[in-house]
């Protein structure tokens, strides 16, 4: 089949809007009488609270209403403790606070300069307790513990593990062993909208929530059990999301406006301040301990990996990541031996949770600079042992699973090439020194040196998660898309609705997509882990289909011929071979409507069908992706340049190549702040950096001036067109590609992440950094 | 927004009187932007804002009679970048700010806001040491002229007292055949403000043997210090390769920077023995440039 | 304290409390939600607007000082229905995800090209590096802003 719209490279549906500055995002929004909340926040990263009074902050002029433990504790409105895996939460702190900036009380007033001077009026006394700030000491036996009460002993939160053959047949069977400690930094998503909701109880109790969110029916489910409502009784509506990354999944701020809307009466408005943003979640820091043997010949045969994820002072979706990433931690290579114990740490540090790439970059840092390790014991060019061991078509995985659509050989081969690997890098003496010559030369008084690196890293989607969606035929002939996914900038709107049109042979324009609406939309599992493409894109081309079949059916009915003599073009449905004979969308939908049976259609699919012979709880796809830098690092200062980058990805299909390159090259970008700077810095458990002016992104100055995509296509058998997602593909290959062109380059191995100047400097000055 | 009055004196006379009226509660505000933050972030809560945005007088650059500069306290970033008199009489300075924050704070801030709040991460306020630069400060008591060598006290803290308002930056007009440059050095991203800033200013004679020197760091201390000690040791010498790294290496020996987010001691006391040699080299390169001959 | 706001070539009087900054008196007073709030420090940029054609951001403008300019947010970039090339080629290029960084990045690009018509490369990330987008990778939006400045 020739496709028409699926697979072009067309702008995006919400453009317009988006450049007319007319796109309203949660923060946009306004409802009649609408206050404004404020939440007061634990200057403590770890004490008991023994008082807290908002008597003062409840008399001053123009606030409505004060929300503290006693609200909590007294009353029967809200669960005490939540939270999406383990119910460690509580809408404010009841009797201790965990981490600096731990919500201890809130208000709701007329304006927010009122709701800030409330703020202050709230007595709170604390009792300060030792705290932890980092996962090998909150493990330690005398470490102060966190959530005692629930049984969680050395501050451990979850541990998930994954065992495949017997690492220690392994170790005898392996001719070099290497093993190492890498770290990656807390870092923080930075979307550029911060959280914003408003909440708002109509006198029948049913609630209804405007929210940034990337889960509306999360929200909608763990609302209602919150408030112990029928879930029927909570409406979530999403508007634009400006930038999400993970972060605004599940309960984040929802829990306090609505309290707030339900004790004053009136709807509550919650955005947050660029500061409580890097309080309400971040991305788990990590320290992943990786070792692995190896043949002679550079054959893997085994790998065991310890994780300690640092997930903060609650649990969050941390369990979550960490699970995912025991299963993903040995990387995309035949092994036939793999341990790995994945833990989530409780420290006195804000949550940790999704992030984009999902536990993975901070193991794949591991696993691909240990590549190039063993590349470079045994003699090997990096490139060579990678395509040597990694997985193919039928692999079994270290879940056990025949991998499918994992296009690594290609990739690999297509993204060296793309860096120019092998020339004047890896190469001859000749060519080393043809590169290292000029600027490089040491003689020269040069300080600048320059490498190539490379890298992979697989990422699984979700196991069992449902899309559904509906499609309407309008009177105009267009058609409306219902549709739960949330549009954050990674472009569903545009995808689906390409679906849609390639499907019905309409043009783009004639598809319009509905926000997602809890009342309208159809339920989704959530907008997450690169999910949309496959799931809901699947849903939509069984919706359009069956639109499909009402038009052709009507159509066949009206016209008295075979459905099969009917051709759909145009937005129209006419007898083959005589295009006036027929009927326009907008006719066949009168006339529908007329009868009784209006044309709408729904689409279903579900991860729970069996894919094969498979089991049925295997991951619906993995992301392939890879990643190639060129560095140049100056010997003097430490700073790394990094000259040009390759992002590369394994799609199944590109449903829309110029969406799909934004895709690889922002996530990769992400990356590269990552790589270089991005941290959370935290003294004595107080965040030092937790404002832009201190936190610092990749800028226009920050992105190599070549930068490069590479997709490959290896259809998925289950993917629309063959399409799977491929939104978190490149961002944990950036920091180990450029570690090891440092490596090369320098001939200094970095293991902690971010390779600041300083850790760089300090690595070629031979001085130990941090004690290891 | 915490809650503030705000009020547009029209002359300096009056914005001085309401100084004096206000005592504590008042404070200056000229383009406002270092203090809006501060109180976005309770960090300082005003009752009286005075600002200085419709005093004539107060706005723009100006070449002074001999070929100095004057710089008057509305006068932003940008306009400081891009003075054809700043080009001309001190283009070090428009080199400087030129890294000042980014364009959109460069179009609201002004360079006397940024002395005034005294970071130290200030980039123009090294190159206004080496310039030799002088402040005017005008209170309802009088007038007087500050050096910027004696201004900062300490982080966030000038020798201004409670009644006063800097007018003016005065830039003494420059001796022939001076060149310099503004070297900055960020680690983490280009826009991130700088772990270090070096400027350096140097008089060559027909034998390109140092007639003058002039250096200065920024950010590395709790204030912009010039070092004359290592002004001396280059005076009345060639300047070799060997001395440059000389002159960063006793740099180097001379600072104690805090460790912090951009770097421990170890890194920055490194980055000053590197920069304070670039910026020599720069010096020179420039020089060169401009007709030096040097054997 | 009662402003005279000249937006987008339109004078508005609106009432405000001297301590209100720019931002929130177009958003909130005059429902221009186009200028977004990102960071709250000048750092993002997307609250950009262009006071008398140079960007400034307004998250950290006092209203009051804007009075007696020509304030131009995003809202003003199209004329006569019609999109202003920047805004054509911002679609066409990808140039933008998420969106929330774009009302800022086309008026920074705006006063880019206003300035500069034909700029380089070097002088597009010069000029706008003090933006941020945290969706794209920016090559998007070099291209479409050297697009738009080809005429």
């Not at chain 1, 029927?232 to 509506?237: G, K, L």
């Not at chain 1, 193991?363 to 190039?372: G, K, T």
Request: with cysteine; net charge neutral; proline share 6%.
């Amino acid at each position: 089949m020739t496709l028409r719209t699926v697979g072009q490279p067309v702008g995006r549906i919400d453009g317009e809007e988006k450049v007319r500055g007319e796109a309203r995002y949660a923060i946009d929004l306004k409802v009649p009488g609408m206050l404004h909340g404020r939440i007061l926040r634990s200057p403590y990263p770890h004490a008991r609270l023994l008082h807290v009074d908002a008597a003062k902050a409840a008399q001053l002029p123009g606030v409505r209403a004060v929300l503290t433990r006693d609200d909590i504790l007294r009353g029967d409105r809200v669960e005490r403790r939540y939270g999406r895996v383990y119910k460690d939460q509580s809408v404010v702190a009841l009797d201790r606070v965990r981490y600096v900036g731990d919500p201890v009380a809130a208000v709701a007033a007329v304006d927010r300069e009122t709701a800030e001077e409330a703020l202050q009026l709230v007595e709170v006394e604390y009792e300060e307790l030792p705290g932890v700030f980092d996962p090998v000491a909150a493990m330690a036996p005398d470490a102060p513990l966190l959530h005692e009460a629930l049984g969680k002993q050395r501050n451990v939160c979850s541990l998930s593990t994954t065992v495949r053959g017997d690492v220690e047949q392994g170790w005898r069977e392996s001719d070099l062993i290497v093993e190492e400690t890498y770290t990656s930094a807390t870092t923080q998503h930075c979307h550029l909208e911060p959280h914003g909701c408003i909440v708002a109880f109509d006198p029948s109790g049913r609630v209804t929530v405007w929210s940034g969110t990337q889960t509306p029916y999360g929200v909608k489910m763990n609302l209602a059990e919150l408030f112990r409502l029928e879930p029927e009784r909570v409406r979530v509506i999403v508007p634009y999301v400006g930038g999400g990354y993970g972060a605004k999944s599940h309960l984040k701020i929802e829990p306090i406006a609505a309290f707030l809307a339900w004790k004053s009466g009136a709807p509550v408005r919650i955005v947050l301040k660029r500061q409580e943003v890097f309080f309400t979640i971040t991305k788990h820091g990590a320290v992943t301990r990786m070792k692995t043997g190896v043949k002679r010949d550079g054959t893997l045969v085994a790998r065991q990996v310890e994780i300690l994820y640092d997930t903060g002072a609650y649990a969050e979706g941390g369990p979550l990541v960490a699970k995912k990433a025991a299963t993903l931690a040995a990387g995309p290579y035949k092994l036939a031996h793999v341990k790995t114990e994945s833990y989530c740490i409780y420290t006195n540090k804000p949550s940790a949770g999704a992030f984009r790439g999902y536990g993975v970059p901070q193991v794949a840092l591991a696993y691909e600079s240990q590549m190039d390790r063993i590349a470079e014991v045994l003699g090997m060019d990096p490139l060579e042992l990678r395509l040597k061991n990694v997985v193919e078509e039928g692999s079994r995985f270290a879940t056990g699973e025949a991998l499918h659509s994992v296009g690594f050989k290609p990739l690999l081969v297509q993204v060296a090439q793309a860096i120019g690997w092998g020339k004047a890098e890896g190469g001859t003496a000749g060519e080393k020194k043809a590169e290292r010559g000029g600027a490089g030369d040491p003689k020269a008084g040069g300080t600048r040196r320059r490498g190539k690196g490379l890298a992979i890293m697989i990422k699984s989607s979700n196991m069992e998660s449902t899309s559904r969606c509906g499609l309407q035929v309008n009177d105009d002939g267009t058609v409306t898309v219902l549709t739960s996914t949330v549009e954050m900038g990674q472009g569903p709107r545009t995808m689906l609705a390409q679906i849609v049109a390639e499907e019905l042979a309409l043009p783009l324009q004639a598809v319009r997509v509905h926000q997602p609406d809890t009342d309208v939309t159809p339920f989704d599992t959530m907008t997450t882990a690169s999910r949309s493409t496959f799931f809901m894109g699947n849903a939509m081309v069984r919706a359009a289909a069956e639109a499909r079949r009402q038009l052709v059916a009507l159509a066949s009915q009206l016209l008295e011929v075979r459905p099969d003599d009917l051709v759909v073009e145009g937005g129209r449905v006419s007898v083959r071979g005589s295009p006036d004979k027929g009927f326009g969308f907008g006719d066949l939908a009168r006339r529908a409507r007329e009868q009784g049976s209006p044309l709408q259609a729904e689409g279903v699919f579900e991860a729970k069908e069996p894919h094969g012979e498979e089991p049925v709880s295997i991951p619906s796809f993995y992301l392939v992706g890879a990643g190639a830098a060129e560095v140049e690092v100056d010997t003097e200062t430490g700073q790394v340049r990094l000259l040009r980058y390759v992002a590369g990805a394994d799609a199944g299909k590109a449903l829309n190549p110029l969406l799909a390159g934004g895709q690889l090259r922002g996530d990769a970008t992400i990356g590269i702040g990552q790589t270089f700077f991005e941290e959370m810095v935290f003294e004595g458990g107080q965040p030092v950096n937790a404002t832009f002016l201190q936190y610092v992104l990749p800028s226009f100055k920050d992105i190599p001036e070549l930068f490069d995509t590479v997709i490959v296509e290896t259809p998925h058998r289950n993917g629309p067109y063959g399409a799977k997602g491929i939104a978190e593909s490149t961002i944990a290959c950036v920091a180990p590609a450029v570690g090891n062109a440092i490596r090369r380059a320098v001939g200094v191995r970095l293991r902690d992440l971010p390779f600041t100047t300083e850790r760089v400097l300090r690595a070629l000055a031979g001085l130990q950094d941090g004690g290891r | 927004m915490a809650r503030f009055d705000l009020s547009f004196p029209e002359t300096v006379e009056e914005a001085c009187q309401a100084l004096a009226q206000d005592g504590s509660d008042g404070r200056i505000v000229a383009g406002g932007v270092a203090l809006m933050i501060l109180v976005k972030h309770g960090l300082y809560r005003p009752r009286r804002l005075i600002s200085l945005k419709r005093i004539r007088g107060l706005a723009g650059v100006q070449e002074t009679e001999g070929g100095g500069v004057r710089l008057g306290a509305m006068a932003t970033h940008h306009e400081v970048e891009l003075s054809p008199v700043v080009h001309r009489r001190a283009p070090v300075l428009a080199e400087a700010t030129a890294h000042v924050a980014n364009l959109r704070i460069r179009n609201m801030g002004t360079l006397v806001g940024d002395l005034c709040h005294a970071d130290n991460h200030s980039d123009p306020a090294p190159v206004l040491l080496v310039l030799d630069a002088r402040a005017r400060a005008v209170s309802a008591r009088g007038s007087r002229e500050v050096p910027f060598a004696q201004f900062f006290v300490d982080t966030y803290q000038t020798v201004l007292a409670e009644d006063e308002l800097l007018t003016e930056v005065f830039i003494p007009p420059a001796p022939p055949r001076l060149a310099g440059c503004y070297v900055r050095f960020s680690g983490h991203s280009s826009i991130d403000w700088p772990t270090l800033g070096a400027a350096c200013m140097l008089r060559l004679g027909e034998d390109a043997r140092v007639q003058e020197a002039r250096l200065a760091l920024g950010s590395v201390t709790a204030v912009p210090q010039r070092l004359p000690e290592i002004e001396a040791m280059l005076v009345g010498q060639a300047l070799t390769a060997d001395l440059m790294t000389e002159a960063g290496r006793r740099a180097a020996r001379l600072v104690d920077p805090p460790a912090d987010a951009r770097g421990s001691t170890w890194y920055k006391k490194r980055m000053v023995e590197v920069f304070v040699r670039r910026a020599l080299e720069e010096t020179l390169r420039r020089a060169r440039a401009n007709g030096v001959q040097i054997p | 304290m009662t402003l005279a706001l000249r937006v987008n070539g339109q004078t508005h009087p609106v009432e405000v409390e001297p301590y209100e900054l720019l931002l929130d008196v177009l958003r909130d007073r005059l429902n221009l939600t186009g200028p977004k709030d990102g960071c709250g420090e000048g750092v993002c940029g997307a609250c950009t607007v262009l006071l008398d054609g140079r960007p400034i951001s307004s998250c950290l403008l006092l209203a009051a000082y804007a009075e007696g300019s020509e304030i131009a947010t995003v809202e003003g970039l199209a004329r006569d229905g019609g999109l202003h090339p920047l805004q054509r080629a911002f679609i066409e290029h990808g140039a933008f995800q998420c969106g929330y960084c774009t009302p800022g990045m086309l008026m920074m690009a705006k006063a880019l090209l206003d300035r500069t018509p034909r700029p380089s490369e070097a002088q597009v990330r010069e000029f706008m590096s003090g933006n941020i987008c945290r969706c794209t990778s920016y090559v998007e939006i070099i291209q479409a802003v050297l697009r738009a400045g080809d005429g």
